[in-house]
């Protein structure tokens, strides 16, 4: 932590004695000085490479039976949900392998033969744990016992279910309001787990859900709903094949959403045109080689993208609007035939503000803050033009930015130009990047759910859910700190490490009361505590989730809104492992005792009961047994997916948005945050990114050859960096200068390394979610060499 930073905050908050004396703070990994080797980037995503690479992980992790049981059974309609990404599964016939590399990385990593006992952690203390990189972490094994760090301690030890329970029963019951508890959820939780802890949370009485959708897309989110009135897709899988464009935004799908490749690939032999806007050229949007094509194992691939638009980190709403006033040009230019008038006029509103702004934005500001050139911007608005259904797919480079809902709405104004919404191969796709990210929200896992639902949700279970919003990720890290928030909970996910602003959500965690984690494997989050803190391990989707009435399934939804179920195959990783429903109905118990009438223990015997709950109380469920039971699952209701906007005046709304002027001062660059290829989230599977050519190492920047250059740096040299906030500069040290075709003035270095420069209260305007895109950042030499661990 810098002396300035830990300045600024000692100020704000001062930490009591007794926590700083437990010495509690958050350790960076070693690094080491020799480290790293950059190639050349791949030349095509997946191929030969990418099969022997998944083959050699399965086995290597889980053995042959294992990997045959799992791989053959992962993404099948009978089968279960890849834990990873949210990228839909074809609604036709499957074939035996609809899975990734990255897929069966995640997958592997849940189903190793390895183990993390109490033995484990009685031989090696927290502090010795922390030392370590978050690979080394997660390659340790499953977890296998509920187990309890007591105050004062260094080691973890087993608890029972039952004491680990009543543990968090009494500290819940001490507080002094509902209110200094959050309770957190990531996206790989189930529907049936989501809707019951969030039931059990709103009995408790408060509304702090944080969860990761905070991160991801609630940009996305807020701004879909206020502009279309739903905050989801509007596509299906199938709409990708009668497309005539897709526009990808900011997003990397070779890495974080693999395939999604093989129907961009199916769209591009279809003479569909893809255009990909981001400030790196990714390789899975150059070309792909499809293993499940004898070619794509062998042969050069295909060419994705066929227009690549490299745009300033934040460029967008300038790029956009570039965009749209070329289309605006031609419109007027052919008196009014290229833009889709009839739906502007029945189906829009505000279409005339829109039209002023856009008039009035001048192209020095539009070329110099997208940083392309008015050529290829004149080329996208050509593609958009002649596309009579068009899909636009983005993901976090759109949406963690300051201004990532003007970006997202940005996209929104660009689609309704043409009336790409309602239609046959077209719409809108933020593309989600957890299993059940979006599931989650559904069936109620949010700070500020609306009205209905709460409504819904009191009279099914004969209790007033409490009406003040609760906390996001932000405001529950901010509590936490500020002492407001005493005890966290964490459903799955490694809060920690995908938070922003790790020192200081390292102070705020160790200040709580207790800290809760429900996981898997062992993670940095379970290495930065409260005073106590417990690890309750939970069944993976890859296992048997065997209940008092039988052989359980759960469900999830997928990025288009497919809700279907999900059933493992494996014997669980230990006999002492429960269920998340299990564990919340046990929390529930617990702390709520005689004050909840829920059935809780009924609940956990048969899920088809808390789909009965969810049906009662979510829009879109009916016959939710019946029809999750159906090979595939089903599509949720969808308004403009189906022709109408559930928005108040029932029209889509065109919005404004001013061009973001970041003002960066003399050496200063624009850093964004992104993934390796070994890498899902917050897991780390490997220190290779084959796809940009790092191989043996992660602590690298990306940087402009321009840019090295004028800064006197050379290629493999450590820096440090710097970013820049009115709440004072953060530093992250020892990265090595890896020359990258970027544009100027632009880095890039990997999340979570990262996360440490990101201000806590750096955030999206309106959404909350955490600008990890948008870091002003300048880059030093690193004063000294790297520490040798
Ligand atoms: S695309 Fe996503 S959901 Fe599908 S197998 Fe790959 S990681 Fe899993």
Redesign the pocket.
Known sequence: MTQAFRDEHQREEQPDASQEARGVQFAEPPVLEDEGVVRKPSPAAAGAVSVLETMRRSLATMGAKRTLATLSQ??QKDGF???????P?PDSKRRMA???????K?IASEATLRRVTPEFFAAHSISELAAHSDLWLDQQGRLTHPLLRQKGSEHYQAISWEEAFSLIGRELNALASPNEAAFYTSGRTSNEAAFMYQLFVRQFGTNNLPDCSNMCHESSGLGLNETIGIGKATVKIEDFEHADSIFVIGQNPGTN????LSELQKAARNGCKIVSINPLAETGLIRFKNPQEALGLLGVGSAIASLFLPVRVNGDVALLKGIMKEMLDADRKSAGTRLDHHFIAHHTENFDAFLRDLDAESWETILAESGVSRELIQQAAQIALESERMICCWAMGITQHNNGVANVQSIVNFALLRGQIGRRGAGLCPVRGH?NVQGDRTVGISEKMNENFMQALGKEFGFTPPAAHGYDVVKSIQAMHGGRVKVFLGMGGNFLSATPDTHYTAEALSRCRLTVQISTKLNRGHLVTGEQALILPCLGRTERDIQAGGEQFVSVEDTTGVVHQSRGVLEPASAELRSEPAIVAGIAQATLGARSSVPWSALVADYDRVRDHIEHVVPGFSQYNRRVREPGGFYLPNGPREGTFPTSTRRARFTVHAIPRLGLARGQLLLTTLRSHDQ?NTTIYGEDDRYRGIFGTRRVVFLNAEDIRERNLSEGQWVDLVSHFPSGQRRAAHFKVVRYDIPRGCAAAYFPETNVLVAVDSVAAKSNQPAYKSIIISVETSPSAPAVG
């Not at 959403?257 to 999604?260: A, E, G, V």
């Open positions: 992962v993404n949900d890849c834990p990873s990404c949210a990228w599964d609809e899975f990734c590399e990255n897929g069966a995640a959403h693999p395939r999604m299993s899902f």
